[in-house]
């Protein structure tokens, strides 16, 4: 009973750890998807957290029972030998882009926060990552049971202290001039694009754990865990709302005003989401790289993080604004076919 519980906790903070990255923890996404349409946010989180726990625990279910050894298996077995083929080849090129995005994250952090340069913090990062990732999704599981915590914990002081300002409420009766039919379609674009860039992880994890129920667990775990979380940054932004939509961090400025400390955990925290990502991202691209090169793990993750290096050079700004809309189009694609495939494997 103890080890299935340490593994249904192991698969929910590492799902958790790898959909909550530095969108999330900016709180750019949770006003972008959700916020924003006022009192349709809250309607709009539940159905993104009932999306979580049925895809999420589909997709771990199915890389399980055909034991795959990356996304691209999985991708095989849904989508057919030819058409799983060229989706893993877009996914590819989709995960080098997010992983650069995330590495482009990081050494941001370090030059705006820590007073360490843009290419130091880079450099940091990727030396934390290669050390990390020698011991596979061993280390992606222990890192994220220390910073999922960690995020709970922040969440839990921020919507403690949303509920004792004036306006707490305002998330149920909050107006909104946006559309009806974009306030509907945002929990899907949401779940498209962090459920697609979560198979990198998802697949090996599934892969490894054998018992069903186990997985299940796990996922109904985790995606309760991110729907709190997304329900909690959204009341919080909603008693700020609209003024707070001029910041680039809108949870920063909540941040602020529960004192130094906490802004400087709550900075930590941004690092660490991405971190978590980061390793994530690179343990999946290389897993799908060595199933086609069959080099060492340790060369391809040497190339993995050679190549993010130098697309970030680009910077995080310009890489987030152009590639994310990209790739949020092609995930509700992706999205689209793996519910209208869903009876064609008996999971």
Same mark, same amino acid.
């Given at each position: 009973?103890l080890?299935?519980?340490g593994?249904?906790?192991q698969?929910?903070?590492?799902?958790m750890?790898?959909?909550?990255?530095a969108?999330?923890?900016t709180?750019?996404?949770?006003?972008q998807?959700?916020?924003?349409?006022g009192?349709?946010?809250?309607?709009? !989180?539940? !159905?993104?957290?009932?999306?979580?726990?049925?895809?999420?625990s589909?997709m771990?279910?199915?890389?399980?029972?055909i034991?795959?050894?990356?996304?691209?298996?999985?991708?095989k077995?849904?989508?057919?030998?030819?058409?799983?083929?060229?989706?893993?080849h877009?996914?590819l090129?989709?995960?080098?882009g997010?992983?650069?995005?995330?590495?482009?994250?990081a050494?941001?952090?370090f030059?705006?926060?820590?007073?360490?340069?843009?290419?130091?913090g880079l450099?940091?990062?990727?030396?934390? *990552?290669y050390?990390?990732?020698?011991?596979?999704?061993?280390?992606?599981?222990t890192?994220?049971?220390?910073?999922?915590?960690?995020?709970?914990l922040?969440?839990v002081?921020?919507?403690?202290?949303?509920?004792?300002?004036?306006?707490?409420?305002?998330f149920?009766?909050l107006?909104?001039?946006?559309?009806?039919?974009?306030?509907?379609?945002?929990?899907?674009?949401?779940?498209?694009?962090?459920?697609?860039?979560?198979?990198?992880?998802?697949?090996?994890?599934?892969?490894e754990?054998?018992?069903?129920?186990?997985i299940?667990?796990?996922?109904?775990?985790g995606?309760?865990?991110?729907?709190?979380m997304?329900?909690?940054?959204?009341i919080a932004l909603?008693v700020?709302?609209?003024? !707070?939509?001029?910041?680039?961090?809108?949870?920063?400025g909540?941040?602020k005003?529960?004192?130094?400390?906490?802004?400087?955990?709550y900075?930590?925290?941004?690092f660490?989401?991405?971190?978590?990502?980061l390793?994530?991202?690179?343990?999946?691209?290389?897993?799908?790289?060595?199933?086609?090169?069959?080099?060492?793990?340790?060369m391809?993750? !040497?190339?993995?993080?050679?190549? *993010?290096?130098?697309?970030s050079?680009?910077?995080?700004?310009?890489?987030l604004?152009?590639?994310?809309?990209i790739?949020?189009?092609?995930?509700?694609?992706?999205?689209?076919?793996?519910?209208?495939?869903?009876?064609?494997?008996?999971?």
């Amino acid at each position: 009973m103890l080890k299935r519980t340490g593994k249904v906790l192991q698969i929910a903070s590492t799902y958790m750890g790898t959909i909550v990255g530095a969108g999330f923890a900016t709180g750019q996404e949770i006003l972008q998807f959700f916020t924003r349409f006022g009192y349709w946010g809250t309607l709009t !989180i539940a !159905i993104a957290t009932a999306m979580f726990i049925w895809l999420g625990s589909k997709m771990m279910l199915i890389s399980s029972d055909i034991q795959a050894k990356s996304y691209e298996d999985l991708n095989k077995a849904l989508f057919g030998e030819k058409y799983g083929r060229w989706i893993s080849h877009f996914m590819l090129v989709v995960l080098l882009g997010v992983t650069a995005v995330m590495l482009a994250g990081a050494g941001t952090i370090f030059y705006e926060n820590w007073n360490i340069s843009y290419q130091a913090g880079l450099l940091i990062t990727i030396a934390a *990552c290669y050390f990390l990732l020698r011991k596979g999704m061993k280390a992606i599981l222990t890192v994220n049971a220390i910073v999922v915590p960690l995020m709970l914990l922040f969440t839990v002081v921020v919507i403690v202290d949303t509920f004792h300002t004036p306006g707490a409420g305002r998330f149920i009766s909050l107006p909104s001039d946006h559309s009806v039919w974009a306030a509907w379609a945002s929990p899907f674009l949401y779940t498209a694009f962090n459920l697609s860039m979560s198979q990198a992880v998802l697949v090996p994890l599934g892969a490894e754990i054998r018992d069903r129920k186990t997985i299940i667990l796990g996922s109904w775990v985790g995606s309760i865990g991110i729907g709190f979380m997304l329900l909690a940054g959204h009341i919080a932004l909603s008693v700020h709302m609209p003024g !707070i939509q001029q910041y680039a961090i809108p949870m920063g400025g909540i941040a602020k005003q529960l004192g130094q400390t906490v802004q400087f955990i709550y900075v930590f925290l941004i690092f660490a989401e991405i971190f978590t990502t980061l390793i994530a991202d690179i343990y999946g691209l290389t897993l799908q790289l060595q199933e086609r090169l069959k080099w060492s793990r340790s060369m391809l993750t !040497i190339l993995v993080l050679l190549s *993010c290096f130098v697309a970030s050079q680009i910077g995080f700004g310009p890489l987030l604004s152009t590639l994310y809309p990209i790739f949020g189009l092609v995930s509700l694609g992706w999205l689209y076919l793996i519910i209208r495939k869903r009876m064609a494997i008996k999971t």
